[in-house]
């Protein structure tokens, strides 16, 4: 569904306070938040705390998600890795990318799956210190009992020699995690006060899951809206837009967007079912099949 510059058709310009749209097509907002609208803000601050929010919940989901011991299997060890910089301005996005690419040659070579989630983090001494926004990394890494985890900052062996370490910017720091997903929480507990982050960073990372974490992870990425009204595997997300798994309908949008000049107003389309159940669910028994 595509909306005018403002948001609105004309009628609804009028009925939310909205003037005229310009020659230039900008629109000088006079408008009133109703109660049954939502304001999302575009603040820096504002989106960085979004982010942060995200993060928390993406990596308390797939922490467990991952922990989850296989039918005859026992549970997964969890080690702790931390990866820290040498030099300040040494950061740069495609690092973590590559370590964890050596690291998945790794766990093919040993035969074991690849199955991780990190998260970036800003060091709040160094950025005291030097004023700068130094960032470092925490891994959760999931292997098999028996099989230990090499230190990230060290060659490995292989069947052709030695190879190169998974991390080589630095500094690694690896030990077995007692309560994993506590760990990486501990750490994004203060996250939220250090939203000074370098362009491109990304805040987490998560991978290895099998077909249900994968089905769990999408749903928690729904808007608020659609998972209020459906379980985990009843939505997927197209091209064009949310469609129902069963039938292929395509849903209409919850919400029309106005903009305003300190980001957008969302105003309901038709009332909204309330929040049933606490944390992921499935409609449907298959669907975590």
């Known amino acids: 569904m595509k909306f005018p510059a403002s948001g609105f058709s004309a009628p609804l310009r009028e009925a939310h306070g909205a003037e005229k749209v310009d020659a230039g097509g900008l629109v000088p907002f006079k408008t ?11 603040a820096p601050s504002v989106v960085a705390e979004r982010r942060v929010k995200r993060l928390k919940v993406a990596v308390w989901a797939s922490g467990h998600l991952h922990g989850l011991a296989d039918n005859g299997f026992r549970p997964a060890v969890c080690w702790f890795v931390t990866l820290t910089y040498a ?14 690419q050596v690291y998945r040659n790794w766990c093919r070579s040993v035969g074991v799956a690849c199955r991780y989630t990190w998260v970036a983090e800003i060091q709040p001494k160094r950025l005291a210190s030097t004023g700068k926004a130094v960032v470092h990394y925490h891994l959760l890494a999931w292997l098999p009992p028996g099989v230990s985890m090499p230190q990230w900052d060290r060659s490995t062996r292989s069947r052709r020699g030695l190879r190169p370490p998974f991390w080589v910017h630095g500094m690694s720091n690896t030990q077995k995690a007692v309560a994993g997903v506590g760990y990486l929480m501990k750490y994004l507990s203060k996250l939220g006060e250090l939203t000074r982050f370098p362009k491109g960073l990304r805040l ?25 009204e459906y379980g985990v595997g009843d939505v997927i997300r197209k091209a064009c837009g949310l469609v129902l798994q069963d039938t292929g309908e395509v849903l209409e949008p919850a919400y029309c967007v106005q903009r305003v000049p300190s980001g957008i107003l969302l105003h309901p389309l038709r009332a909204l079912a309330e929040r049933f159940h606490v944390g992921a669910y499935s409609s449907y028994p298959r669907a975590l099949a």
Do not use: M
Request: one cysteine or more.
């Open 87 to 100: 030099e300040a301005d040494a950061w740069r996005p495609e690092h973590v990318t590559r370590a964890l």
């Open 204 to 228: 987490y990372g998560i991978g290895g899951l099998d077909a249900t974490g994968k089905s769990v992870r999408r749903w928690y990425n729904l808007p608020q809206w659609c998972k209020n």
């Open 32 to 42: 009133t938040l109703h109660s049954s609208s939502t304001l999302i803000s575009f």
